[in-house]
Nanobody, 124 residues
């Protein structure tokens, strides 16, 4: 199982970015997928996720600004981020939960497979 997150970069406050989580060798739409982020000196935190049945959930800090959606044709799970703030600066990771029960989990231990992370820097 391999996941790869991409799409990070440098953006000004108020700007937008779209991250993508791609998989090789298997189909993402069978699984719950989470997005997490980790800023320097801080713990990795839940950003949002999409369930295998299409439901989504977000951290309060990003609600209304971030949207997660599946692109089954491309076999990706994308994180669309708008109105970015300096506090959104972090390495962003996608992760896969292989369990067949439960909703979108907010803790890192629930996810068995992780992408390598992509850096998002929000700065003027």
């Amino acid at each position: 199982v391999q996941l790869q997150a991409s799409g990070g970069g440098l953006v000004q406050p108020g700007g937008s970015l779209r991250l993508s989580c791609a998989a090789s060798g298997f189909t993402l739409d069978y699984y719950n997928i989470g997005w997490f982020r980790q800023a320097p000196g801080k713990e990795r935190e839940f950003v949002g996720g999409v369930s295998r049945n299409g439901g989504s959930d977000y951290a309060d800090s990003v609600k209304g600004r971030f949207t997660i959606a599946r692109d089954n044709a491309k076999n990706t799970v994308d994180l669309q981020m708008i109105n970015l703030k300096p506090e959104d600066t972090a390495a962003y990771y996608c992760a896969l939960d292989i369990t067949a029960y439960g909703g979108i989990k907010h803790y890192t231990g629930a996810y068995e497979y992780w992408g390598q992370g992509t850096q998002v820097t929000v700065s003027s």
